[in-house]
């Protein structure tokens, strides 16, 4: 869905308006807030689970608007999005974090904060990896990046995780031709009771609940027009992140060292997919990052908790952020203070 002002739809998305520029012949959605551009100060450039659509981070949107110039994208060939698939190899990670410089470029976005979300904190660290002159901040939020494994589970994923993804993808995109309309049948019925997944397998964690009422009935009357046939670009875009996570994992870890940029990772404590483990690794990996843990939250941070997810980021920018917009470029390292 698109409005000129999101006001229309929700008393709090006011002053949030549907906007679309030509990258490179396609034509992309995005959200942006009409908090005036400040010159010397970048933008928050906010990426959406690659399943998802730009409208997820409409909460975060609202609350950020009074502090930043704030943009959601759309990304190719989303399910719910706006955003056509240019073709079927622009379904995947490394080509959504190309098209994000290509976006970045079309609307001349020469500094930003990046948020990440999920899959989309993939899609974030490879694009700041690829241009970090454009990256005055990097958030991390409940990201999708490479759990620690032992050197027998690395060999195990190079030989049969890799012989496994090239058989998994193709049947999981045979299932979605045939069983498209009862998955997304079974997505609507969350969104109609979110309490209904609390404990079970599918439960990702913390409490869906809080979920305000305008962004589940946002997301079901979008789900309500999704043709089926566009689960098949979600099952490329998440195959190649399974690779990345896995299989392929040196690009992933070759990005999370040579980051330069201050780096903000969120997470929930309550989170059934973003593991302690991993995020320790992380953390140790980079010891400069500044990790805040959100109390009784779990895979949705932007959904479950909007208002304290937006205070933690703006909280963190401050001189941080934009010392580095008037220098240019610094060294992130030596905020280990800020670290929780």
């Not at 698109?2 to 959200?31: C, M, P």
């Not at 309309?181 to 809080?210: E, F, N, Y």
């Not at 997301?219 to 998440?238: C, F, K, N, T, W």
């Not at 580095?324 to 470029?329: K, S």
């Amino acid at each position: 869905m698109q409005y000129t002002d999101w006001g229309e739809r929700a008393d709090r998305w006011s002053g949030i308006r549907s906007e679309t520029v030509d990258v490179r012949g396609t034509k992309v959605h995005y959200l942006v807030t009409d908090q005036t551009r400040t010159s010397g100060l970048p933008v928050h450039l906010l990426v959406p689970n690659p399943a998802n659509s730009a409208s997820n981070w409409l909460d975060v949107l609202a609350e950020l608007r009074a502090h930043a110039h704030a943009i959601a994208v759309d990304l190719p060939g989303t399910i719910a999005g706006h955003t056509a698939l240019p073709n079927r190899r622009a379904a995947s990670i490394e080509t959504n974090a190309l098209f994000l410089r290509d976006f970045a470029d079309a609307l001349e976005l020469d500094r930003v904060v990046v948020h990440g979300w999920s899959a989309g904190g993939m899609v974030a660290l490879l694009f700041a990896d690829q241009a970090p002159e454009r990256i005055a901040g990097l958030v991390l939020v409940a990201p999708a990046l490479p759990p620690p494994l032992s050197a027998g589970e690395a060999r195990r994923w190079q030989t049969l995780g890799r012989a496994g993804l090239a058989i998994v993808a193709p049947v999981a995109l045979v299932l979605v031709r045939v069983s498209g309309r009862r998955i997304l049948a079974a997505k609507w019925r969350v969104l109609d009771d979110p309490a209904s997944i609390a404990g079970s397998t599918w439960s990702t964690g913390g409490d869906l609940t809080r979920m305000s009422p305008e962004i589940a009935g946002l997301m079901r009357d979008e789900m309500s027009v999704v043709e089926p046939m566009r689960l098949g670009s979600a099952v490329r875009v998440y195959a190649s992140l399974m690779s990345l996570m896995f299989v392929r994992r040196r690009t992933a870890l070759h990005a999370i060292r040579r980051v330069a940029s201050p780096t903000l990772l969120v997470c929930g404590d309550d989170d059934h997919l973003t593991g302690r483990a991993s995020i320790d690794d992380w953390t140790a990996q980079r010891p400069d990052w500044n990790l805040v843990v959100l109390h009784r939250v779990g895979h949705a941070p932007p959904f479950e908790v909007p208002a304290g997810y937006a205070r933690t980021v703006i909280d963190w920018c401050g001189p941080r952020v934009h010392d580095r917009a008037d220098r240019g470029v610094e060294d992130s390292r030596g905020d280990q203070d800020r670290r929780k």
